[in-house]
């Protein structure tokens, strides 16, 4: 550890006596430090980012870095303490009670109590009243904060309860609106929505769910930033192309677009880890590891599907000839594309035998120049004026 017991830079410290060995504080502090650094949406607390997402991260980060033996003043005393109870053996339950002081005054941003004298604040702490509620916290804040300052030590929650607690807040109040979709949903609304698509799709909810669990870690993030700000148009781009890529569509289409689906969700995992890198929250690149077993878990939910789908309820769910034509169209398209594994290959075959025959589609001629509308991306911008068949975009 840098520093001696008597370098004036290290705040001081004291021996855990609870824990194996009787680490000093500070190590155990510093221990700890990694696990908090492992929730994303902190780092840029950690790395100072100059746009801090939430007070109330940082105030756990500063509890952490700054906290010493003993309180700054009564007003961040627990009653355990000022009791004699605590003189013996440093508690855990008296740190939570200095975190939760630490919350109050980074709300109010005076100390707690505000300019009350010390012997006012003492008698309130030892008689157990408890602390009036500031009015610049939520019900939802309060209730952890009251958690975190109860009375008597043994009602208060666990650190580790905290941290979780500080993480649904943080997650639960940034928000900001979406404005290029219509009614300008919030950007929670809009990932929750997304987060009930997935399970409608489960040959590709592995690969959703990846996505999905980075947008919302990187959210707390982005959601400070101006809504000019690079980096939030491209998170929220990201988050539109995925909003497309989750609408339910039948079997037939699933299967003939699956490795559209994989490219376009890859494309979109990397442009989201340039996002990570510019609002400076480091994370560890999981999916990239998973992406393989979650590409095989892909084939076994459609080989599973669609061996328990009739060629009936294949073809019923397209609704309409026309629609029927163009899903075979964009299927025996599909199997000639490379880098498929040879089963996929084989099931897209056999499943599009079966369907041709039950349709009374044999014969159909692919067209060299038929390319399946899920294959281009395009803008929300329109070209000019609306045609015979719709409006015109700009596609890629």
Not at 187 to 205: F, M, Y
Not at 331 to 338: A, M, Q, T
Request: glycine share 6%.
């Amino acid at each position: 550890m840098e520093g001696g017991p008597d370098d004036p830079e290290q705040p001081p410290s004291f021996p855990v006596v609870t824990l194996q060995g009787s680490p000093s504080s500070r190590e155990v502090l510093r221990a700890a430090l990694p696990r908090i650094r492992r929730v994303p949406e902190w780092g840029g607390v950690l790395h100072k980012s100059p746009q801090p997402p939430h007070f109330l991260p940082r105030c756990l980060v500063s509890w952490t870095e700054d906290r010493g033996p003993e309180p700054r003043s009564v007003a961040w005393t627990p009653r355990e303490k000022l009791l004699g109870a605590g003189d013996e053996l440093p508690w855990f339950e008296s740190d939570v009670y200095y975190l939760g002081m630490t919350i109050i005054e980074a709300m109010t941003q005076e100390p707690p109590f505000g300019a009350m004298n010390e012997e006012k604040i003492m008698d309130m702490i030892i008689i157990g009243e408890h602390y009036p509620k500031p009015k610049e916290a939520t019900d939802d804040e309060w209730s952890l904060i009251s958690q975190l300052c109860a009375v008597h030590m043994e009602d208060r929650i666990s650190l580790e309860e905290a941290i979780d607690e500080i993480y649904k807040l943080q997650r639960r109040e940034i928000n900001f609106p979406v404005e290029s979709l219509e009614e300008s949903p919030s950007s929670r609304k809009l990932l929750a929505s997304i987060t009930a698509k997935c399970e409608r799709i489960p040959e590709n909810e592995k690969l959703f769910r990846r996505l999905l669990e980075r947008l919302e870690r990187l959210h707390i993030a982005v959601a400070p930033l101006a809504a000019e700000d690079q980096r939030k148009k491209q998170y929220v781009d990201i988050t539109l192309l995925f909003l497309q890529l989750v609408k339910y569509k039948p079997l037939l289409e699933r299967l003939a677009k699956c490795e559209i689906v994989r490219e376009r969700i890859f494309h979109l995992q990397l442009r989201l880890t340039e996002v990570g890198k510019e609002v400076n929250v480091a994370e560890l690149p999981t999916w990239i590891e998973d992406w393989d077993d979650d590409c095989e878990n892909q084939f076994s939910k459609l080989s599973q599907l669609e061996a328990n789908s009739s060629e009936r309820g294949l073809v019923k769910r397209l609704c309409g000839k026309k629609k029927v034509q163009e899903a075979l169209f964009a299927l025996k398209r599909s199997i000639g594309k490379r880098g498929q594994s040879v089963e996929m290959k084989q099931l897209k075959e056999a499943t599009y035998a079966r369907v041709e025959a039950y349709s009374n589609q044999a014969g159909l001629h692919l067209f060299d120049w038929f390319i399946s509308r899920d294959e281009i991306e395009y803008n929300d911008k329109v070209i000019e004026a609306e045609g015979t068949f719709g409006y015109a975009h700009h596609g890629t």
